[in-house]
């Protein structure tokens, strides 16, 4: 809105200083700082409301350190989160744009999933939360609406740069938007991967059958990332911690997918107005690290997977927008992991049990974060060193840009 309206000021009144809400970098740092007290400010309010209305977490009895000083914490600080991004979002960016346009819907949608989900846990006292189906199925509904976007509107292209050119600068007459579903693959030469080839590979020429692979693609990936989130969400601060570290790293890319100095510097893509992003991802790490003020250990709010499931739902679906999907095994490592030492634990225990009538586990607990806790480390140093794995995953992730 503010976007708009200075937009005007500039254009028809010429007021001084009205032309700085025209930079990218101008709005981006505003919107940090706006998302950063609104998450801070309005954080301890909404806090202070869910310990009122006794929104406190029921803690399983897993036999873990300090796991019962916990009880009672309040929980769905997701909400906080929410907030905290979508006001920025809307006060500072082009509402015109598609990509943020796609993102506000996201936000609206996974976080109307992980609201049920808490709702159902805290209010009717089920632990089980919202039936795992009925939150594919939510995701799966987000998944087909970013495909049906990706595939059907005409905003949504690349600029492919002639590397025949040996011209130092870029000239605009030379720049043609096409339509286009190409992707990111890290550490080839040629790193990129056409979904429409991949397509035509399995179908034949038949291009009506495109929808098959990028749809079902979009629909595993938000699923696994938001669901893997939530797993990582065990342990004061770990979820909030690595996932703003992600959200960073995922800004680097739209800034640079989205300048052409950049995509061309890069040798990248580059894809025009996909810089907007850099807005909405600034008001999201602005209002997960706000909520690190609060989550930190000793925790005076969860995130609950109103936070989780949305967080990692829109890592995924921006991660999507900027055609960086399949650097998200990397990126989001620690996620894999978390969901990975589940998945063994889980297979493993049925298969023993199953051979032998004695099911038997490979971790001691999982998510393998509780591993460790079992093993004897501080809370605080898992978190502590789990971030410190996602910062060495960030620069790996970076360091794709010119590593092929």
């Known amino acids: 809105m503010l976007y708009h309206l200075f937009e005007i000021l500039e254009s028809q009144f010429n007021l001084p200083g009205a ?27 909404i806090i202070n409301y869910l310990k009122v209305k006794q929104v406190g977490e029921n803690i399983r009895e897993l036999g873990l350190e300090g796991e019962k000083k ?16 979508l006001v920025p979002v809307i006060l500072m960016s082009n509402l015109q744009n598609i990509y943020i346009q796609i993102l506000i819907i996201s936000s609206l949608i996974l976080g109307t999933i992980g609201l049920i989900d808490d709702y159902i846990k805290v209010f009717k006292k089920d632990k089980k939360g919202l039936h795992g189906k009925f939150k594919i199925a939510g995701q799966s509904l987000l998944g087909i609406f970013v495909g049906i976007v990706l595939l059907t509107n005409n905003n949504i292209t690349i600029v492919e740069f002639d590397k025949n050119l040996n011209s130092n600068k870029i000239e605009l007459s030379q ?25 035509k590979a399995i179908f034949g020429d038949q291009s009506n059958y495109l929808w098959l692979i990028i749809i079902p693609i979009i629909i ?10 939530n797993l990582t969400d065990g342990l004061d601060g770990l979820s909030a911690g690595l996932s703003a570290i992600i959200i960073f790293t995922l800004g680097v890319f739209a800034w640079t997918s989205g300048n052409i100095i950049f995509s061309d510097y890069l040798n990248i893509m580059y894809i025009p107005r996909v810089g907007e992003i ?28 109103t936070g989780s499931l949305t967080v990692g739902g829109l890592i995924a679906v921006i991660s999507i927008l900027i055609r960086k999907e399949l650097l998200i095994p990397i990126l989001c490592g620690v996620f894999l992991l ?60 970076i360091l794709t840009l010119k590593i092929r």
């Open 19 to 45: 032309s700085l809400f025209g930079y990218l970098s101008f709005r981006a740092a505003v919107t940090v700082i706006m998302a950063l007290l609104i998450s801070i400010v309005f954080g301890k309010k």
């Open 70 to 85: 916990k009880a009672g914490t309040p929980t769905m600080g997701g909400i906080i989160i929410i907030i905290g991004t």
């Open 175 to 199: 720049i043609e938007e096409i339509k286009s579903y190409k992707t990111t693959i890290p550490f080839f030469k040629n790193n990129e991967l056409d979904y429409n080839e991949v397509s």
């Open 220 to 229: 595993l990936i938000i699923a696994s990332v938001s669901n893997s989130n």
């Open 278 to 305: 850099t807005i909405f991802i600034a008001a999201l790490l602005g209002s997960l690290v706000g909520f690190l003020w609060y989550n930190t250990y000793p925790a005076s709010v969860f995130m609950g997977d």
């Open 338 to 397: 978390e969901a990975l030492s589940v998945i063994i634990q889980v297979s493993y225990f049925k298969l023993t049990k199953k051979n032998t009538g004695v099911g038997k586990r490979i971790f001691l607990m999982s998510p393998i974060h509780h591993h460790f806790q079992k093993v004897g480390y501080h809370e605080s140093k898992i978190v502590s060193r789990l971030w410190i794995i996602g910062i060495f995953l960030a620069v790996i992730t």
